[in-house]
């Protein structure tokens, strides 16, 4: 089976900012990506991309939930490789809040209807890459319900599912997808949790080791680890843990 490449491909991040994207950006730029359209929401976003001082980088402004911001995106890209869908918020909202609405909807907004629209929107030129990509940052708590962030892990659910119906459908195409779920690393999203917390420039080159080596779902720390083992075991069981 040939390798997944990154050196010499054009690849779009999202929530590029900061975070795991920011450590992607690093990343693909260290492992010879030829441009990286890196996605800023903020003025503040857009200096951390500028900081880097990398000529390959290309900050987009990008909302995601903004459908203005994806189709001035497809007007200025005209070759792309590799999507990552990375942007994400956490809410840490149940689902008996008072505001579980606007959190639910928010959540679901930025991690499954954005992705999806990108991947619409860039599909066509996906298939024209001769080797191409996506890449959907979702979460351990995609896998079963995680009871402190219960919409978050129904909207990463939401992802996990798109990123198995996009595997199914473009199976034999040249376009390989790949899942990934994460337990707690150290950026800004998972500053409540404690314990040990692996960087998001380590989180982002097992992800793309793995990219390379054709790894279709990743568990890229030694917590999702465990959790998606207790998952094949027993589902019920890992509902527990997570429902602790
Ligand atoms: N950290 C963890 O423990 C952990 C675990 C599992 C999965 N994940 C997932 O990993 C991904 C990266 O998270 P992180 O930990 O790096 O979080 P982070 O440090 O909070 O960074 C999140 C990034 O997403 C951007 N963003 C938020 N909403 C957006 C939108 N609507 N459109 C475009 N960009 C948006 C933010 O931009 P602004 O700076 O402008 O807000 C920021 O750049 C997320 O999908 C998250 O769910 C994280």
Do not use: W
């Amino acid at each position: 089976m040939t390798t997944q490449t990154i050196k010499g491909t054009c690849v779009l991040v999202t929530g590029a900012s900061r975070g795991l994207g920011l450590a992607f950006v690093k990343v693909l730029a260290e492992r010879g990506a030829e441009k990286i359209y890196a996605g800023y929401k903020s003025t503040e976003g857009l200096a951390a991309l500028n900081d880097l001082k990398l000529a390959n980088v290309v900050p987009v402004l990008l909302d995601v939930t903004d459908n203005s911001h994806i189709q001035a995106l497809a007007q200025q890209i005209t070759k792309l490789d590799i999507v990552v869908n990375n942007a994400g918020i956490a809410s840490a909202c149940g689902f008996t809040a008072e505001n579980v609405l606007e959190n639910a909807t928010a959540e679901m907004n930025t991690h499954y209807f954005g992705p999806l629209k990108l991947v619409n929107t860039f599909l066509p030129l996906l298939k024209q890459a001769p080797q191409a990509g996506i890449i959907n940052i979702a979460s351990i708590a995609a896998i079963s319900n995680f009871k402190v962030m219960g919409t978050y892990s129904a909207s990463k659910a939401a992802l996990h599912f798109m990123t198995q119906g996009l595997r199914a459908e473009l199976a034999g195409s040249t376009i390989f997808v790949q899942g990934v779920y994460p337990g707690p690393f150290d950026t800004r999203l998972a500053a409540g949790f404690d314990g040990f917390k692996q960087s998001p420039e380590a989180i982002a080159n097992t992800i793309l080791d793995l990219y390379r080596e054709r790894v279709e779902e990743v568990f890229p720390d030694d917590f999702s680890k465990t959790m998606y083992q207790t998952f094949l075991e027993s589902p019920k069981k890992l509902n527990e843990i997570f429902s602790q």
